[in-house]
């Protein structure tokens, strides 16, 4: 039973550039939920989403980034214009439609680092 | 909105010393709350959780949590630490089953 993954696990950019990160959530997992830990920090909560869905994306920047679910595939989350203030490591994690109590399983995460 | 508050941001002790970190949030309704480890360039792992019921926790590895309402507490312990558990620990909540809300995180280091 395969984990969350997520690829890549590094990704480089120049300034002005775009970054996709991908997720694939666990097998029968339909929530997907992104998180940002810059340097020296902890987590943060960007977006949550379902197939299809922004459920709650109070947690993103408002300009150059984005996220989508789609019903195949899977989960994007793009950067565009990256900045230097960009580079962090990107966690994606899952959670089963159980409602409520949900445990998030977390992905390897995909460190970018913007020059 | 809701904050999380993990006091020691580095810890070093000795092998089979006790372990204690602490976690503190802000949430006045019902929460879920949850420790996870990052070892060395591995990602995140459950160690534990608390969604209800006895509000001391068995985790892996040995682990324990204890649920203090009272002091808006959920503080990790371990008894006796080995050099593996040298990792990033991080508290978590969970209020709303949606997003978690995450501690700065504590950084541990077991001396062999």
């Known amino acids: 039973n395969a984990g969350v993954m997520q690829n890549p696990r590094h990704l480089v950019r120049r300034r002005g550039q775009e970054a996709r990160l991908r997720c694939s959530p666990m097998?029968?997992?339909?929530?997907v939920y992104w998180y940002r830990q810059l340097p020296e920090e902890g987590l943060k909560f960007m977006v949550y989403l379902q197939k299809e869905n922004i459920i709650d994306e109070s947690g993103m920047p408002k300009e150059r980034f984005s996220a989508e679910f789609p019903k195949e595939g899977p989960s994007i989350l793009r950067i565009q214009q990256v900045v230097r203030g960009d580079s962090a490591a990107y966690f994606c994690?899952?959670?089963?439609?159980?409602?409520?109590?949900?445990?998030?399983?977390f992905g390897p995460g995909t460190r970018l680092l913007v020059l | 909105a809701q904050s999380v508050s993990q006091h020691n941001h580095h810890v070093i002790l000795s092998e089979a010393a006790s372990l204690e970190l602490g976690c503190n949030y802000s949430?006045?309704?019902?929460?879920?709350l949850f420790w996870y480890v990052q070892y060395p360039g591995q990602h995140l792992q459950l160690l534990l959780k608390?969604?209800?019921?006895?509000?001391l926790v068995k985790g892996i590895k040995g682990f324990e949590a204890e649920f203090i309402k009272s002091k808006f507490s959920f503080n990790l312990r371990k008894p006796s630490v080995q050099w593996s558990d040298t990792a990033e620990y991080f508290c978590?909540?969970?209020?709303?089953?949606?997003?978690?809300?995450f501690g700065g995180g504590t950084r541990l280091m077991v001396k062999p």
């Open positions: 097998k029968g997992h339909s929530h």
């Open positions: 949430y006045g309704g019902t929460v879920n």
């Open positions: 608390y969604f209800s019921g006895d509000p």
């Open positions: 978590a909540v969970n209020p709303t089953g949606n997003m978690l809300t």
């Open positions: 994690a899952s959670s089963p439609p159980t409602g409520g109590q949900e445990t998030q399983y």
